[in-house]
């Protein structure tokens, strides 16, 4: 009975929906768009994220700061595509009332989000690990009042398709924040670099692309006001520059 209970609070779609896609669906393109990878390669995937972030994460404090200060007061329901290790979970998860949905493909990723929410203050009851891909959330159209995504459409198997998602899980005058790293300008010597080692990057990062264009794909995927800003990470060699914006769905 509590089970049902809690269940029913979450914004899931239920199986029976057939206007929207069913969780089955959901597992469907997890399967086809983030096939399993081996165990050993996702617990070393999730534990490199973990452990060889903190000189990156110390450097874009002040950005994620100023970024998530606009979900203070404002969201209640928050969903986090590709939430790996939880890494921004300390900015806006500690708001009495908040529930979090952290959607990731590596299953691996699991024990660092939940210890990142309890870090944060978020009570376990209001964290929710998904094991899905953001092409396909398993949630309800406009059911949540902010997405957040940071260093994932390098990493998706469809830009536009997790745009899409986004868009139609957000709340009418939701907001989605965002930190992306995006191809360097054309022309230029980090630009050569990222696409001679992309093929390399893929590889060992779990489908990370240096060389996606993904401010053009935000800016076009129908937000009623996209804010964004470029900035150069010295920490983040390769991976620059990136965009941090906030779009309004
Ligand atoms: C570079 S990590 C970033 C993790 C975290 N957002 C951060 O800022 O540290 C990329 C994350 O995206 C996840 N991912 C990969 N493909 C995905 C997909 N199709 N949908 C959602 N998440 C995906 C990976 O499992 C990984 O956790």
Request: glycine fraction near 8%.
């Amino acid at each position: 009975m509590a089970a049902l209970g809690a269940a029913a609070l979450l914004p899931i779609h239920p199986s029976h929906a057939s206007d929207v896609s069913s969780p089955a669906d959901s597992m469907a393109m997890l399967n086809r768009l983030h096939p399993p990878r081996p165990d050993w390669y996702e617990e070393f995937y999730a534990t490199a994220m973990n452990t060889s972030m903190k000189s990156y994460e110390a450097e874009i404090e002040g950005y994620k700061s100023e970024l998530f200060a606009n979900l203070r007061g404002q969201a209640k329901q928050i969903l986090e595509i590709g939430i790996g290790t939880g890494p921004n979970l300390k900015y806006y998860a500690g708001e009495g009332g908040t529930s979090v949905y952290g959607v990731d493909p590596n299953r691996k990723m699991e024990k660092y989000a939940q210890a990142a929410a309890e870090t944060a203050g978020l009570p376990a009851a209001n964290f929710k690990f998904l094991h899905a891909v953001s092409e396909s959330l398993p949630l309800h159209d406009a059911s949540v009042d902010a997405v957040i995504g940071t260093l994932v459409l390098c990493s998706v198997a469809d830009v536009n398709l997790t745009l899409q998602e986004v868009r139609r899980v957000l709340k009418p005058g939701g907001i989605y924040l965002f930190v992306e790293h995006v191809a360097a300008a054309d022309g230029t010597a980090l630009r050569f670099v990222q696409g001679l080692l992309d093929p390399l990057q893929q590889a060992v990062a779990d489908g990370c692309h240096f060389t996606r264009k993904t401010g053009k794909n935000i800016s076009e995927a129908g937000f009623t006001n996209v804010d964004s800003r470029q900035v150069v990470l010295s920490t983040a060699s390769l991976i620059n520059p990136h965009i941090i914006g906030i779009a309004l769905n």
